[in-house]
Structure formats: C-alpha cells, structure tokens
C-alpha cells in the first residue's frame, strides 16, 4: 500500500509539472564513499549511524530541481532527490532512498507544498544536513528529516512562520492512524542578520521508524515543543536546539549544540564539534562527535567524524567522500 501510493505521489507530481512550462532546471549527480570502525562492533562499517538508518551509507544519486515561471515569474518549484544506497549488513543489498519529493506553489499567502519535505518542527525544518556525517535530532527521534504530507509557510521581514501535517512515518509511507501536525515561527534571516531563532510545537500519533525500517506497527502519542537557534559570526557558527515533551506516554528532552569553525579561503576547512543528551522510554543518552569538513574541490568534499556513544560503550570515527556535480543537457 505505501509504496504504491509514494510511487502515485510522483506520478501525480510528475503529471502536475508536465502541464506547467518550464523555464529552467539544475540537475545534479551525487556520489558517496562511506567507511570507517566501530570499537563496539569490533569491526569496519560502511554507514555513518546505524545500518538501519540512511545516513551515511556507500551510493549514487541525483538531485534535481525545476522551476516553473509565467509573465510574473517563478510560480512553482519540483524537487526530486534519491539515492541507491550500498547496505553492507541485512537482507538488501541496494536500498532505494527517496528523499525529496515535492511541488511547492508560491501563492500569496505563501509557499504550499505537497509531497515529501521538510516538516515544520525544529532545526531540521531548515538546516540541510543530508549529505553530513553529523546529524540533528530529528534523526534522534526528535521530529523528521522528512516527512510525507502538505505544509505551508511565508517568509516576512521579520523571520518565518509555517505548519505542516504529514504521516508521522519518515523516509517509508505507512497509515496507520498515524498523523504529525507541527509548526514553528521564528525570528530573523539568517543569511541576512546572520541568525535565526524559533519557537516548534508538534503534536501527533508517530510510528517508530529507522531509516526504511517499521520497528512497531503501533503509533505513538507525542506532543513535544522545541526551541532552537543559529548564530553566525565572523568564521564561527553556533547551533543550539532544545526540546522537551512526551512521547509514548512518558516524559522526554533532547538538548543539541554544533559548534563550527571556518577555516581557510572561503572557508574550505570546517572543524565542528556537537554534543548531544536526549531521553526517550525511560533512557537516557549521551554522545559527544567532532568532525572536519574539507571542499578540496567544487564538486568534491572530504569529511570525518569522531563520535562517542555512552550507552553503547562505543568509539566510531567514519571517513566519508562526497561528489555533487551540476550537469545540463
């Protein structure tokens, strides 16, 4: 069911760019290598998280974006972007991995999107992260990286306000009375005043995922209120984020803090470190990573990343090699 319906949702976005006219595109390929060693598994792993998520993992990709425009300019935007991923452990060998999936309307009253985006709760609803080895806590349990459904949202001179209702399911689509209503207002532009901070609340019955994997068929009541915020300054960057709540019955927190430094022309070298604390079901977690982040090319990035996890008494330092590469016909 889930999958014939994400594969309808294409469909019909598809359909829906084909009768606009289209005025300009940028494609890109994306490649990934992913390797490193986990002292806990006494092994090397070839994923940046676990092998049930979908970050990072060895694969190929493209990312691709279309705009619409009439005699007032653009008036819609199509994103697709997808990936073959390499698992090294578990049953599939190649796991397709759909992350955008969207057509955005630019209405008066705002942006409308359709499809597979970005939810309106927390740091994550506009901090791009896809292609890092260090994540947010919307790949905690904390929120989605994205989610399927509908959302709105217009920027002002002030910051930007938007809400969102979507599936409550991530990356897979399932129903299963399973629903996430969010919405977050915030202050400031950040390419502008150089930060951003905001107010999140979300409420809903989500299931427990990983990655492409149902771990229950029973939804889980959550209702949790987040604050975060960005703040840019000369070469260094700080990101924070704050939430607390309830899910499944019981209390839970998560508390978040990257902090980044820019180095060389252009800032070509970033070193950043980013610990995090965060209970769900009754646990308790703590890891504490670092990384380094070197464009040694337009089109390619050098990355890695040390990271500690307490509960798991485990040391992982993961390298990555990363290519996107603009192509036109």
Not at 27 to 56: I, T
Not at 72 to 83: E, N, T, Y
Not at 260 to 265: I, P
């Amino acid at each position: 069911m889930s999958k014939k319906f994400a594969l309808l949702t294409l469909l019909t976005l598809g359909a829906g760019a084909n009768a606009l006219l289209a005025s300009s595109y940028l494609f890109y390929l994306e490649a990934q290598g992913v390797a490193g060693w986990s002292s806990a598994a006494r092994k090397a792993v070839f994923f940046s998280m676990s092998r049930e998520e979908v970050m990072q993992k060895p694969g190929l990709g493209f990312d691709y974006v279309q705009r619409f425009s009439g005699a007032s300019g653009d008036f819609a935007v199509l994103a697709i972007q997808g990936r073959l991923a390499v698992n090294s452990e578990g049953d599939k060998t190649v796991e397709p991995q759909l992350y955008n999936a969207f057509l955005k309307f630019k209405t008066s009253a705002g942006d409308i999107w359709i499809g597979h985006n970005r939810p309106k709760f927390g740091l994550s609803s506009y901090f791009d992260s896809h292609a890092q080895l260090l994540q947010p806590l919307a790949m905690n349990g904390f929120g989605f990286d994205r989610d399927w459904g509908v959302g709105v949202e217009r920027d002002t001179a002030w910051g930007n306000a938007g809400l969102s209702l979507t599936t409550g399911s991530g990356m897979p689509l399932h129903f299963k009375g399973n629903f996430f209503l969010a919405a977050r207002v915030s202050k400031g532009v950040l390419n502008r005043d150089n930060y951003n901070i905001g107010l999140s609340a979300g409420y809903g019955k989500l299931l427990d995922v990983m990655g492409y994997h149902l771990m229950s068929d029973e939804p889980m009541e959550s209702a949790l209120a987040g604050l975060d915020a960005a703040w840019l300054w000369n070469n260094v960057e700080n990101r924070v984020e704050a939430i607390g709540g309830k899910k499944g019955g019981q209390s839970a927190y998560a508390l978040f803090w990257r902090a980044g430094l820019n180095l060389l022309d252009e800032g070509r070298l970033k070193l950043e470190v980013q610990p995090v604390v965060f209970r769900t079901m009754g646990m308790t977690q703590v890891q504490i990573s670092a990384g380094a982040t070197y464009l040694a090319h337009p089109d390619w990035t050098l990355r890695i990343m040390y990271m500690y996890d307490r509960e798991r008494k485990d040391s992982r330092i993961i390298f990555q090699i990363y290519s996107y590469k603009g192509i036109r016909f």
